[in-house]
């Protein structure tokens, strides 16, 4: 059994497919011009330091236009009771032809593919919920089947895969590994984490002081990590990079309570998954890189005193797989 811990980094590669229904792409033309400018920058931060990656990437990203896109629709959409979800209802809506830089990512895609360590993985086709009302099994097998197809074109193999907004449904485990998916990002155990679509306001209250106070352990041990001929492996989240704050106490504990996390699971030989959005840095770029490079070189001193290691979320499921086959 390996004995060392690990850094897993998975990043949910959205565009504006992941907000649409929350933010309005008017109001946030530099927010997103900000972010396809960081990706380039990370890449190169992670590159240098040899930082590995998962980039859950939003199938419809894969497109290079709109009539690409039009020509990719799925025989099958979902049905969610509201409407106002759906990628297909939004775009088919209105006119984003001045505005396809937001919708549409190949070049930035083959530039994480073709770059060291990084992992192309899925959020699924559409941004699909898997808890929302009305939708079904056959709709989500049909927009797997699309973003794994997209991504063949790009030579591109799809391994992993991040439920979006957290959505993870169990019954549609099985539907990911019948395509290929061998690992999936979970939720973490805490008890706010139970419901990812809660509105509770305890529950918020909970994820927001979680970043910033000691609400217990977030790493465990690689050998809690199954694999299953039916099921992918399921490799909880630890912790969600909150974007940077205006307040610089709350920043600063935020930071510190990754730094002080990354070197618990280092000492224990444990793994810790840290996930964001590229477009959190969309906001504040340049701080949002200072804290990444602070997060990066506490990564490398604990690299250098515990052998700590990274990996992106295939790399990981590969130890486990080759850990298990050991044990037979």
């Not at 004995?3 to 033309?29: A, R």
């Not at 960081?38 to 709109?66: E, Q, Y």
């Not at 990079?241 to 309570?257: D, H, M, Q, S």
């Amino acid at each position: 059994m390996n004995k060392n811990g690990f850094l897993v980094i998975s990043l949910d590669f959205e565009l504006i497919w992941g907000v649409f229904d929350v933010v309005s792409l008017q109001e946030k033309t530099v927010y997103f011009r900000n972010t396809l400018d960081v990706v380039p920058k990370i890449l190169s931060l992670f590159d240098r330091n040899d930082i590995h990656c998962t980039w859950a990437t939003v199938g419809m990203l894969f497109n290079k236009h709109w009539e690409d896109w039009k020509g990719n629709v799925p025989p099958s959409v979902p049905s969610y009771k509201n409407s106002k979800l759906s990628a297909y209802d939004y775009a088919l809506s209105r006119d984003f032809i001045l505005e396809s830089e937001f919708f549409f990512a190949p070049n930035l895609i083959a530039k994480i593919r073709d770059c060291g360590g990084q992992e192309i993985g899925t959020h699924t086709y559409s941004h699909y919920y898997c808890l929302e009302d009305f939708q079904n099994e056959d709709q989500f097998e049909k927009d797997l089947d699309t973003a794994i197809s997209l991504a063949k074109r790009s030579g591109v193999e799809l391994k992993s895969l991040v439920f979006p907004r957290n959505q993870l449904k169990a019954s549609y485990l099985k539907i990911c590994k019948a395509k290929g998916i061998l690992n999936v990002r979970s939720n973490p155990s805490d008890w706010y984490w139970a419901d990812p679509t809660s509105e509770s306001i305890l529950v918020k209250l909970a994820r927001s002081g979680d970043a910033y106070l000691n609400f217990g352990k977030k790493s465990y041990p690689l050998e809690d990590l199954k694999t299953s001929e039916a099921l992918p492996i399921q490799q909880p989240a630890s912790r969600f990079l909150r974007p940077v704050e205006t307040k610089t106490f709350l920043r600063k504990a935020k930071i510190g309570r990754i730094k002080e996390e990354m070197t618990l699971a280092a000492k224990k030989d444990e793994v810790y998954h840290l996930w964001w959005h590229p477009h959190n840095f969309g906001s504040y770029p340049e701080q949002s890189l200072w804290d990444l490079q602070d997060i990066v070189g506490h990564y490398k001193r604990l690299r250098l005193e515990y052998g700590f290691q990274s990996r992106n979320m295939a790399g990981l499921g590969d130890l486990v797989i080759n850990n298990d086959q050991s044990l037979l």
